[in-house]
């Protein structure tokens, strides 16, 4: 069994007591590192790696392509779900 620690996801797990601009930022900071470590990834040397790396290296890409895709989409669909409660 895969486990993941996040604090980005503990922090949204209580996001409808967070302000939407807190929210917004705590996604907009997530999607940062999420495109900074994508970008990381993008820069090994793959073609220098075995089948083994070379499909870890593309299970983490694609894990952090979809969590992107995600955030950009859901982002804004929280934040303007939690001005909505709001009001």
Do not use: C, W
């Not at 900074?36 to 070379?54: A, Y």
Request: no cysteine; glycine share 4%.
């Amino acid at each position: 069994t895969e486990r993941s620690r996040s604090d980005f996801l503990a922090k949204m797990f209580f996001a409808e007591h967070l302000d939407s601009n807190d929210v917004q930022r705590l996604i907009d900071s997530r999607l940062a590192a999420l495109r900074g470590e994508q970008g990381d990834l993008n820069r090994l040397p793959i073609s220098e790696m075995n089948e083994g790396q070379r499909f870890t290296l593309r299970y983490a890409l694609a894990i952090r392509r979809a969590a992107i895709e995600f955030l950009q989409h859901e982002g804004r669909v929280i934040a303007t779900a939690i001005d909505r409660n709001k009001q």
